[in-house]
């Protein structure tokens, strides 16, 4: 077994945390079994600080030094000493080690003295170990070591590894989480069957393994814990209405919207009564039932309910003693964590209730003071990458957000006004949002709910964006360079004609035959071009093309926004734009960048078909709405007097037409029932439908 350990700790310290390992390990196997005594590699026999193997001559390569004995041991043993602040986790050998193992495929084991383990497992059981103090401190980057030149070498090698050091971080964090939730079934193993569902541990381990992204697995442990605390405690114990509280917060979670208002009513009458109406407990409680009626639209009861809410949190803030701030005490932490971030978490629900509900009558000034103090005494309490910190940035990101839609709904009832002023520049509540989305995935990893969640609040906050800024455009520029079938040559896009044939790349959605065979190109069916017009668009530069924002492209086989494409610069100015209906609805080859036509599906999560939009949009059907444009197969779009895009980009529309498909004729009526007004150029040439049917039925044969 490779032993990685610091060397600033004492040496009995390792001794007996080793010892532990070996009693722990021994208790664990079954009676009778033979195995050989245990072997382990200790650094500090083998390996010479001050000239280690790659100093030697001849020379043995660092990383080769550092992998090897991992890799035949298959097993790793991390002596986490002292628990509260393990300082192996401030140590760039030991972290490095840590990935080392995961990534070899080894076997990472825990262990720390007798006494140590005792007050782990204490703590563990009773919640009183914050696992966040652990993941905090993991930054290979602020790591030290004892000869910066090692220190270097170890970033070197980082540098040329998977992630570079956001992935090594999130390695180390999702082992020390596998680890724990072992320790967490192991304890849990130990408590007489009849207690386990009314202790803290079986809650804690639940919220663990819900925060690993395992959904199915916490439900089972949450189930048990209510259902044994009611036995235990009966209905109105203060220990069963945490366990309803927490339930019904999981339930919400998932969307059972029904079940959980059913049990944080449950839980809210019950706190009521035993603490009273502006008990913390009770508005915790209040705030969860208040998002499940925003979750299920029942407006009016949120509004009145976090009103509430909002005044009990206030007089709570109210009576905090101011100097708990610099008072860094672990009580004192989860005390300033709890108030402060729930106080801001009803904020940001009553500015999303008033938005709901076409109100924005309060001032967000009072709210981005309350936020800038917050996340000041954060970042000095945890840190700028606690999850703890994370979470405010997250939270202030989406109050942001949800008051400049609020703004951008009182713009858009002038729309001139809003299509001239546009972003005004970079959006500070997407940088904050991606801050805590690059912060979550550094920590706690891609898959954890937590980054999900943040990673749906960036991807939400930019559709916001792109819906109330370039709700028009989702194309490229006439001079943009079109790749032909032949792979080869190439036409701008202006020069399009229909029954073009245009190279399909082999990726995404892939274009078929008559007789379902993979085809190598597709067949331009539509063009649709929205003309120019005196209001600058929103665009982005990628080496000579110019591209919409919300025009989804390929980077490394993933679909990603123009924005995020290395390079990419956004521009404003005035530009005729382009799109095409193809066979299949495939990607075509723009300016060597793979890019999505009309009707494209983009896999990854940029395209939701659970959403109208995208269930219109990113499927046949949209090229079924084209069609029944009377200047089908070449539409027009004149920018200053066909709305037709406004309309079939609106979310009500779409939910209508996916009710059920129109005919030509009810497709119209549609249309003109959600604001179609066709320019005078489209209704001069509707005439011309027929002779357009024709040619399409031409090329078809």
């Known amino acids: 077994t490779f032993v990685s350990h610091a060397w600033k700790g004492s040496f009995v310290s390792l001794k007996n945390s080793i010892t532990e390992h070996c009693k722990l390990q021994t208790t664990s196997n079954d009676s009778g079994s033979s195995e050989a005594p245990p072997a382990f590699f200790l650094d500090i026999f083998v390996v010479n600080q001050h000239t280690p193997p790659w100093k030697e001559t001849p020379v043995v390569g ?7 004995p991992i890799e035949l041991s298959l097993k790793t043993l991390l002596v986490m000493s002292p628990f509260e602040d393990p300082v192996p986790l401030k140590r760039a050998w030991c972290i490095y080690e840590i990935c080392n193992t995961k990534r070899l495929g080894a076997t990472l084991n825990i262990t720390m003295p007798e006494e140590e383990h005792k007050r782990f497992i204490d703590a563990l059981t009773l919640g009183e170990f914050d696992f966040n103090d652990w993941i905090t401190n993991i930054d290979i980057e602020k790591a030290g070591a004892f000869d910066p030149n090692d220190k270097q070498m170890i970033m070197n090698l980082v540098s040329q590894s998977p992630g570079a050091a956001a992935g090594l971080n999130r390695t180390v964090v999702m082992a020390l989480c596998e680890w724990l ?60 209405l945490d366990g309803l509280h927490i339930w019904g917060r999981f339930q919400r979670a998932k969307g059972q919207w029904d079940m959980a208002q059913k049990v944080l009513e449950e839980t809210v009458a019950g706190r009521k009564a035993l603490f009273g109406t502006g008990h913390e407990d009770t508005l915790t409680s209040q705030m969860e039932l208040a998002e499940v009626y925003r979750g299920m639209d029942q407006l009016d009861k949120a509004d009145e309910l976090i009103r509430e809410i909002v005044k009990g949190w206030r007089v709570v803030m109210a009576s905090l003693d101011a100097r708990s701030i610099e008072d860094t005490t672990k009580r004192t932490k989860q005390q300033i964590h709890f108030i402060h971030v729930n106080f801001l978490e009803s904020l940001k629900v009553s500015a999303a209730v008033m938005m709901q509900k076409g109100q924005a009558s309060r001032s967000d000034v009072e709210i981005k003071n ?4 917050l996340l000041k005494g954060r970042v000095q309490l945890f840190g700028e990458r606690n999850p703890a910190t994370l979470d405010v940035v ?57 980054t999900k969640r943040a990673t749906k609040l960036r991807d939400c906050r930019a559709s916001d964006i792109e819906k109330l800024i370039d709700r028009f455009d989702s194309c490229f520029s006439p001079e943009s360079k079109l790749l032909m079938a032949d792979g080869v040559t190439t036409k701008l896009a202006k020069d399009i004609q229909i029954g073009d044939k245009l190279y399909a790349p082999t990726c995404g959605t892939i274009a078929l035959n008559n007789d379902n065979t993979e085809a190598t190109c597709t067949v331009v069916r539509g063009h649709v071009i929205q003309k120019e017009d005196e209001h600058f668009r929103h665009l982005v530069q990628i080496g000579e093309m110019l591209i919409s924002k919300m025009h989804r492209i390929q980077h490394k086989g993933v679909w990603i926004r123009p924005t995020d494409y290395p390079g990419a610069v956004e521009v404003k100015q005035p530009c005729e734009l382009h799109n095409f209906i193809v066979d299949g609805l495939t990607p075509i080859v723009v300016n060597d960048i793979v890019a999505s036509t009309i009707g494209t599906f983009c896999e990854g999560g940029l395209h939701d078909l659970k959403q109208p939009n995208h269930a219109l949009w990113a499927t046949k059907h949209i090229a079924n709405v084209f069609e029944h444009h009377p200047l089908w197969p070449v539409v027009k779009l004149d920018a200053q007097h066909d709305n037709f895009l406004k ?11 996916l009710k059920r498909p129109k005919n030509k004729g009810e497709l119209r009526e549609l249309l003109v029932a959600h604001g179609w007004q066709r320019s005078s150029s489209s209704k001069q040439q509707e005439t011309s439908l027929t ?10 044969e």
């Not at 660092?62 to 090897?68: P, S």
């Not at 925060?211 to 069963?240: I, S, W």
């Not at 002779?691 to 078809?700: P, T």
């Open 647 to 657: 309309v079939i980009k609106n979310l009500k529309f779409a939910e209508e037409f």
């Open 181 to 240: 939730s072992t320790q967490g079934y192991l304890a849990l193993e130990r408590i007489p069957e009849k207690e386990r569902g009314s202790s803290k541990l079986i809650k804690n381990l639940a919220n663990v393994i819900w925060r690993q992204g395992k959904p199915d697995e916490a439900e089972t442990l949450y189930e048990e814990m209510v259902k044994c605390r009611r036995e235990a405690f009966g209905d109105n114990d203060e220990r069963t």
């Open 691 to 700: 002779e357009s049917e024709e040619m399409i039925a031409s090329i078809n």
């Open 370 to 373: 309350v936020l800038d103090e």
């Open 62 to 68: 660092m990383d080769y030094a550092l992998k090897q």
């Open 394 to 450: 997250v939270l202030e990101a989406a109050t942001q957000a949800i008051l400049s839609q609020m703004l951008k709904v009182q713009m858009s009832k002038d729309s001139e006004k809003m299509r001239s002023v546009g972003l005004g520049g970079t959006d500070p509540s997407m940088e904050l949002i991606k801050e805590g989305v690059n912060g979550y995935t550094e920590t706690l990893g891609r898959d954890h709910p937590d």
